[in-house]
């Protein structure tokens, strides 16, 4: 089947510690995104590339990194730079120009 | 910027209530516009989607109609369900390549 698959699901770590979080794509789709959803709130763009080798700031970038080297992969890694890191990230995925994402079912990040 | 604004939940309606949630954009030349669902604990599913002026997109009961002059996706169903019940997004594809979503409106139904 395809489809975009995150994980993990829940994922707990230490205060100060990197982590990365991961979106595989087996949908063909140039084009990946990673939102932040905090509770009661919208999404939030934090990254996204519309091809490999390349990337953009969103919206909330500061504390956080990517790579595009695979089309199926971008993962995001939350650096401790990131203020306030717990919250659910989902990533998405397009076919270029304009059609629908589909997501991912999301890693819920808690930080200690 | 281009942006999404949607109305403010939480809604709660009654079983086979008619529902509308208004949502209102900003954005260059004309986006494609859609609507997404999130249940408790998942990811985004897409609801309904519309490309062009006049377009009405529709799934499950639920239709939306892109309205150029008034810059608006409102999203309704004659008869909502208690299954209805979850959190719906509006949300367009930007000029800039990217995807852009309103704030989420939550919507509870009672039997």
């Known amino acids: 089947d395809g489809g975009i698959t995150q994980s993990p699901k829940y994922l707990f770590r230490k205060e100060g510690q990197n982590v990365t979080l991961s979106c595989e794509q087996n949908?063909?789709?140039?084009?990946m995104y990673w939102y932040r959803q905090d509770p009661g709130q919208g999404l939030r763009l934090i990254y996204y590339?519309?091809?490999?080798?390349?990337?953009q700031k969103g919206d909330i970038a500061e504390g956080y990194s990517v790579s595009r080297e695979k089309k199926e992969s971008f993962p995001l890694t939350v650096t401790s730079a990131q203020k306030n890191p717990t919250a659910f990230y989902l990533c998405?995925?397009?076919?270029?120009?304009?059609?629908?994402?589909?997501f991912g079912q999301g890693t819920r990040l808690t930080v200690v | 910027g281009d942006s999404v604004t949607q109305m403010e939940g939480p809604v709660t309606l009654s079983e086979e209530a008619f529902l509308t949630i208004n949502c209102t954009y900003t954005a260059t030349g004309y986006p494609s516009l859609f609507w997404y669902v999130q249940y408790p604990g998942e990811g985004l599913q897409l609801l309904l989607k519309a490309t062009k002026a006049d377009d009405k997109g529709s799934n499950k009961g639920f239709e939306a109609t892109y309205r150029k002059e008034t810059t608006s996706f409102h999203l309704e169903k004659g008869s909502v369900q208690v299954s209805d019940s979850a959190v719906y997004f509006c949300a367009l594809y930007s000029s800039a390549s990217k995807i852009i979503f309103g704030s989420g409106t939550r919507l509870s139904i009672r039997p």
């Open positions: 949908l063909n789709h140039d084009a």
């Open positions: 590339s519309q091809i490999v080798n390349d990337f």
């Open positions: 998405a995925s397009s076919v270029q120009g304009g059609t629908e994402a589909f």
